[in-house]
């Protein structure tokens, strides 16, 4: 199985500043990723698939970039609905793991 | 819009078989993948497998001599059978779907969930 792994766990930012999420693949699964935020609760919504598509409806202000093992998720000016966690998963071969999840929260 | 319900039991007695059902409304269940995914509480997301229309499956293989996902075009439904059920077991349970055209596992799609708890 491919192991995703992400940095930092956690986070804590202030309204208005630029985040920046990493997740990496134990292998090269090209531009398979995806990216999904999660609030308590609920159940999870999908920012980013293969790696830089934007999904429709989900703000500008996310993006998405990377291939091979390192990707990014990036929040360029993070609003008050933003505070979540976020998870990567590959669509590269099953099984489609997760990453561990990086809890962003309010500073 | 397409929309996804997750129905079945809320607890689980531990050895027996948890069943669940996602019931697919406003589009039609042929010509897609169809996901089920597990959160235990406070952790993370764990992939199960999914099902294609045509009954093709594909498994997690940490659960694959357990698990069973089978679909009925027939209801517009596909289901989840995970066998010899232990309070590791106990988790969210969500039905996912891709419904973006040439891509495969990026759910844009979910269902609510619904909580599973095992125990006697």
């Known amino acids: 199985d491919i192991q995703m792994t992400q940095s930092p766990s956690s986070l804590s930012a202030f309204v208005g500043d630029r985040v920046t999420i990493t997740c990496r693949a134990s292998?090269?699964?090209?531009?398979?990723l995806n990216w999904y935020q999660q609030k308590a609760g609920k159940a999870p919504k999908l920012l980013i698939y293969?790696?830089?598509y934007l999904q429709s409806g989900v703000p500008s202000r996310f993006s998405g970039g990377g291939s091979g093992t390192d990707f990014t998720l990036s929040i360029s000016s993070l609003q008050p609905e933003d505070f979540a966690t976020y998870y990567c998963q590959h669509s590269y071969i099953t099984p489609f793991t997760f990453g561990p999840g990086t809890k962003v929260d309010i500073k | 819009q397409v929309q996804l319900q997750e129905s079945g039991p809320a607890v689980v007695k531990p050895s027996e078989t948890l069943s669940l059902t996602c019931t697919v409304s406003?589009?039609?269940?042929?010509?897609?993948?169809w996901t089920w995914i597990r959160q235990p509480p406070g952790k993370g997301l764990e992939w199960i497998g999914y099902v294609y229309s045509s009954g093709d499956t594909y498994y997690n293989p940490s659960l694959k001599t357990r698990v069973t996902i089978s679909v009925d075009t027939s209801k517009n439904q596909f289901s989840l059978k995970l066998s010899s059920v232990t309070v590791a077991d106990t988790a969210v349970y969500y039905c996912?779907?891709?419904?973006?055209?040439?891509?495969?596992?990026?759910?844009?799609?979910w269902g609510q969930g619904t909580m599973v708890t095992v125990s006697s």
């Open positions: 996912a779907t891709t419904l973006i055209r040439g891509v495969l596992g990026a759910s844009d799609i």
């Open positions: 293969a790696a830089s």
């Open positions: 292998q090269s699964i090209n531009s398979n």
């Open positions: 406003g589009g039609s269940i042929s010509g897609y993948y």
